[in-house]
């Protein structure tokens, strides 16, 4: 599973997306829309007009959404530990 956050300059949103995952120990790739502007069109083909962007890529397929969302973020890092711990107890496949 992989984690990016999609952000632009001066977001608060961003940094508190950014901020909330570090305290949740959700490690992510982040990417600054300011120097990437193809990935800026990419998102908007998503649907996605504002800042952040979380995308989750799992194996199954991959989750997105836009702006601050502290109940999604929460959610993600207890997945995440779901899956690491069935991965270390041998349960996952």
Known sequence: MTVTVYSSPA?????????KLDELGVEYTSVDLAQ???????????????????????????????????????????DLAAIAYLAEDGDLA
Do not use: Y
């Not at 977001?11 to 901020?19: D, G, H, I, L, S």
């Not at 083909?45 to 890529?57: A, C, D, F, M, N």
């Open 36 to 78: 990437d502007p193809d990935a800026a069109d990419d998102l908007k083909k998503l649907g996605h007009l504002e800042t952040p962007v979380v995308i989750v890529r799992l194996n199954s397929g991959v989750e997105h959404w836009s702006g601050h969302r502290p109940d999604r973020l929460t959610q993600l890092a207890g």
């Open 11 to 19: 977001c608060m949103p961003c940094r508190a997306t950014k901020r």
